[in-house]
């Protein structure tokens, strides 16, 4: 799920700038130009095209080689089986202490390029720099690339082919088979035993959580988001993950009145307890308020989750691969069957 800043964000695209944009981005495209094309063309693959989901068909003279993408995406193509065709990321990828977001899961956050680090952060000059073939990005919204700027996102993407795959609206196994099926079309084994052995830990966890839920059923589980000023409650209808939870019995509280594109309803402090709930899914990102944090909140102490210690960290940008996703599943199959009936 977007954060909620980043959500209203997605809705309010302006118009693209225009006049000199153009002409900085062929700059730009023409510093390494040469370099460029010898990568392209020296990794003898022939030709290459991916339809991705707006959709669109993208192509490229070679198969691309220089790959730049969001870091949950990065880390998904990784954990399928690439590496060093992965040169640069942008979006959250280490925290103040230097250590590794949990997005960033298996990708090497010290042998990439970092263009951004939070939510409007993309350098265009250091995206250049690294001469890429391709750029990967989720995509939450129709024609809304995830962590691109749209103040200078006509200048990025003049620079690479660009593949978005969806990440709302469908259940988290869609964007995980969209990500495998990128990432074997640029090169990586999906029979190698990393990938083979992930889905298979993925497979048991979800029936993990399917027994979980009829060992232990009735648990109403609701999954949350907070900031200093409003409890976010996010919508299992939107949101590909808690979408994926629900078709395996899960029961996930449905928020009533839903703020635009429909990812979750806002909720003063003082109404945190309109949706009675067993268990609480917490963001657990860097930039939503966790438990230390919440306890300063009242009515947060006053939830009956919260009070029976019955809330747990939720990863609402999941790394959309079976490594990335197993231990989620395998994280609310053990929190379902420790919940009590508390509603």
């Known amino acids: 799920m977007p954060d909620p800043v980043s959500a209203r964000r997605l809705s309010r695209r302006g118009l693209l700038a225009a006049g000199g944009a153009a002409a900085l981005a062929a700059v730009l495209v023409g510093c390494g130009r040469d370099e460029a094309d ?28 220089r790959v730049v993408a969001f870091t949950g995406s990065a ?37 990439v390029e970092i263009l951004g680090n ?19 990005t989720h995509m939450y919204d129709p024609g809304a690339y995830w962590y691109v700027p749209d103040e200078s996102k006509d ?3 003049p620079l690479a082919p660009v593949v978005t795959i969806t990440t709302a609206r469908v259940p988290m196994t869609k964007p995980i088979e969209r990500y495998a099926a990128l990432a074997e079309s640029l090169g990586a084994d999906l029979s190698a ?9 993925f497979e048991a966890a979800a029936e993990a959580v399917r027994q979980a839920v009829k060992a232990n059923p009735g648990i ?35 928020p009533t009145k839903l703020e635009s594109g429909d990812y979750f309803e806002a909720l ?31 009515t947060w102490t006053q939830l009956p989750a919260v009070q029976a210690g019955q809330v747990t960290g939720w ?20 929190a379902i069957q420790g919940a009590k009936k508390l509603t």
Do not use: C
């Open 38 to 65: 010898k990568a392209s063309t020296s990794n003898g693959s022939g030709s290459w095209s991916f339809t991705d989901d707006r959709p669109e068909a993208v192509t490229a003279p070679a198969r691309p080689a």
């Open 75 to 111: 880390a998904a193509l990784v954990d399928f089986g690439l590496g060093r065709e992965v040169v640069g990321v942008f979006g959250e990828t280490k925290k103040a202490d230097g250590s590794k977001e949990p997005q960033a899961g298996d990708l090497d956050v010290e042998s």
């Open 118 to 136: 939070v939510w409007g952060e993309f350098s265009v000059e250091k995206y250049a720099a690294l001469r890429p073939e391709l750029l990967v």
């Open 155 to 157: 200048k990025i993407l």
């Open 193 to 201: 035993p990393k990938v083979t052995d992930a889905k298979a830990r």
């Open 220 to 254: 109403k589980v609701l999954a949350a988001s907070g900031s200093p000023d409003l409890f976010y409650v996010s919508n299992p209808k939107v949101s590909t993950d808690l979408m994926y939870f629900a078709e395996l019995g899960v029961d996930i509280v449905v």
């Open 268 to 298: 003063s402090w003082e109404n945190a307890g309109k949706f009675p709930a067993d268990l609480i899914l917490l963001d657990n990102r860097s930039t939503a308020l966790q438990p230390a944090d919440l306890a300063a909140k009242p």
């Open 315 to 334: 990863d609402a940008v999941p790394r959309f691969s079976y490594a990335g996703a197993a231990p989620l599943l395998e994280d609310l199959a053990k």
